[in-house]
């Protein structure tokens, strides 16, 4: 009987041990399949259940590749907030900004072929991504200065501004503040709030439920997925935008106060307003590229911005929504690098 038991222990022990050299070695297999994409997500997702001040410190320095280009995480103090941004390449500084409901990840797929010439800078707007997430400050002009702040902290005078959906908004503002600091700028998509056509923007339904105060948040809490897909679908190439990238975006805006101060960009609507009138005194003298898609706002951006700058350029994308980094990388790149000096776009 004791023979038969410590056999039978000696047989639990093998499979156990079977068991765990199994599980450790699926591990590994998986760890060395993941592409460099992949692990950078895994990274960011590791510390999800961190406070937003952890998430920060873990982030800072870590290094990561999209198609064999390094960027790295970093974090600093801008205008009394932690901003985190993704910074790569080298050459003259390129300062993407994103929109509503995304952060700096909208950028990835333009990010390497910019690099290559450029440093780019891609920043999480106050409140979104892994950025801290204040109470005000929601406006044009003040997210407009925490870019500055940080672009001055980089060390650099002259920028190349690029701003999708409400980063126009911000680009728009920082351009006007600082003229003599933004080379060129370019607006995707949008029109400026209160101007021409941009007055219509008011308009819309989601405008319209956004700025109602602390509603939204109730009816979407538990929802953030269903919610934001609706807008990441709302294109002519819903499959631009894949279920791993919603979930990318939906990791950060369903955490802790994520919804809140996206719907905040909205509630800042009236005060944007306000402010790009009194910018529009004076016409932006820094060329414009402005790229509408067609199945979206059209030409709207580009007739809003003739009435606020002396140069502008530009056209409508065929077979293109709203969300152009994603749906139309390649064309954006090769469009960035001509209005920003070079012809083509240079292979490593």
């Not at 937003?52 to 590749?65: C, D, P, R, T, W």
């Not at 790295?72 to 801008?78: A, K, M, R």
């Not at 406006?139 to 407009?144: F, S």
Request: proline share 5%.
């Amino acid at each position: 009987m004791n023979g038969e038991r410590v056999s039978f222990i000696h047989s639990s022990l093998s499979l156990i041990v079977l068991i765990v050299v199994a599980v450790v070695t699926s591990i590994i297999i998986m760890e060395f399949s993941l592409n460099d994409h992949q692990i950078t997500r895994a990274q960011q997702q590791s510390v999800t259940n961190l406070t937003s001040a952890e998430k920060q410190q873990v982030l800072h320095g870590i290094s990561f590749e999209i198609d064999n280009v390094t960027f790295s995480h970093h974090t600093t103090t801008v205008n009394g907030i932690q901003m985190h941004y993704v910074m790569g390449g080298q050459g003259d500084p390129v300062v993407l900004v994103h929109g509503w409901p995304q952060t700096w990840y909208e950028w990835r797929h333009v990010m390497p072929a910019l690099a290559i010439n450029y440093t780019v800078i891609a920043p999480d707007l106050r409140g979104l991504g892994e950025s801290s997430k204040p109470i005000s400050g929601y406006d044009g002009k003040t997210t407009a200065e925490d870019i500055h702040q940080l672009v001055t902290k980089l060390g650099f005078n002259d920028i190349f501004l690029v701003g999708h959906d409400f980063g126009v908004q911000v680009a728009y503002s920082y351009a006007a503040a600082h003229p003599n600091e933004t080379k060129r700028l370019v607006i995707l998509d949008v029109p400026v709030a209160g101007i021409g056509p941009g007055g219509n923007i008011t308009g819309l339904w989601w405008v319209q439920f956004h700025n109602v105060r602390d509603i939204p948040e109730m009816l979407v809490a538990g929802h953030e997925r269903e919610y934001l897909t609706w807008f990441y679908r709302y294109s002519c190439n819903p499959a631009a935008i894949t279920e791993e990238d919603i979930d990318e975006y939906v990791s950060h805006y369903s955490s802790p106060g994520g919804m809140r101060a996206g719907f905040e960009y909205y509630r800042a609507l009236s005060d944007d307003i306000k402010q790009n009138k009194e910018y529009s005194m004076v016409k932006l003298p820094m060329p414009v590229l402005v790229l509408g898609g067609e199945c979206s706002f059209g030409d709207a951006a580009l007739d809003s911005m003739r009435l606020l700058a002396t140069d502008v350029r530009g056209s409508v994308i065929p077979n293109t929504g709203h969300w152009i980094p994603e749906e139309r990388p390649e064309f954006l790149a090769d469009q960035l690098f001509k209005f920003f000096g070079n012809s083509t776009i240079i292979s490593k």
